[in-house]
């Protein structure tokens, strides 16, 4: 079992409303990445962050921006929520340099 | 940029049999190559993985071999048990990019059967 821990488990929005999702990493690792997967589909790379700085970002428009801080924590923020936000969004750790990823068990985000 | 193709989307054996999902890969460049379990409900958990210098790895019953030159790999499941029945993700990265971006292939839903 990992050290990588999201909250909430799942989540309710309306068109239109904003959401944050949170991250807490394995301790040790000092990169962050959020990806969405929507339902029958593989993850898809949203952004990676490391020392607080995103160095790295996929085909996702500027509403999904995120955070982390300085305990490795990080945060997903998605502004002006579509039906098609719809997915569960994971997030995962690692370090800089290893190969290894280790996610989350995601955070389900339902848009009504 | 990278786009990875993923095949079978389903596969159903009688337990014992063997399974192989076989995955392609775009970009050259890419030189990690991952393969992730995912049980209903959970998250994706990394069973093997291998790397561009390496032709094959094995660890018990599963294996993967890499083509670079067809820019394709495969994981092979001997011996299915119902327990490995989930769903199997490949994915490719370039590690030399500085960031970690795996790009996934779309799954393959694997059920054994006792």
């Known amino acids: 079992e990992t050290g990588v821990t999201q909250s909430p488990t799942h989540l309710i929005k309306t068109r239109g409303q904003q959401v944050t999702l949170r991250c807490s990493s394995q301790?040790?690792?000092?990169?962050v990445s959020w990806y969405q997967q929507a339902l029958g589909q593989g993850p898809q790379f949203i952004f990676q962050?490391?020392?607080?700085?995103?160095?790295g970002r996929g085909n996702f428009p500027p509403r999904f921006s995120g955070l982390q801080f300085p305990n490795y924590s990080s945060e997903l923020n998605v502004n002006a929520l579509e039906l098609d936000d719809s997915a569960l969004y994971l997030c995962?750790?690692?370090?800089?340099?290893?190969?290894?990823?280790?996610f989350g068990s995601g955070t389900q985000l339902s848009v009504l | 940029g990278e786009n990875v193709e993923q095949h079978p989307s389903t596969l159903s054996v009688q337990e014992g049999d063997s399974a192989v999902i076989k995955c392609t890969y775009s970009?050259?460049?890419?030189?990690?190559f991952p393969w992730y379990k995912q049980e209903l409900g959970k998250r994706p958990q990394l069973i093997i993985d291998?790397?561009?210098?390496?032709g094959e790895k094995k660890d018990q019953r599963i294996a993967v071999t890499l083509n670079k030159t067809a820019k394709h790999f495969s994981l092979h499941i001997t011996e299915t048990q119902p327990e490995d029945s989930a769903v199997y993700f490949c994915?490719?990265?370039?590690?030399?990019?500085?960031?970690?971006?795996?790009?996934f292939g779309t799954g393959t839903r694997l059920l054994v059967s006792p």
């Open positions: 301790s040790g690792h000092n990169t």
């Open positions: 994915a490719a990265t370039n590690l030399n990019t500085g960031f970690q971006k795996l790009v």
């Open positions: 995962a750790s690692g370090v800089r340099g290893d190969r290894e990823l280790f």
């Open positions: 962050y490391y020392r607080e700085e995103e160095n």
């Open positions: 291998i790397r561009s210098n390496v």
């Open positions: 970009d050259s460049a890419s030189n990690y």
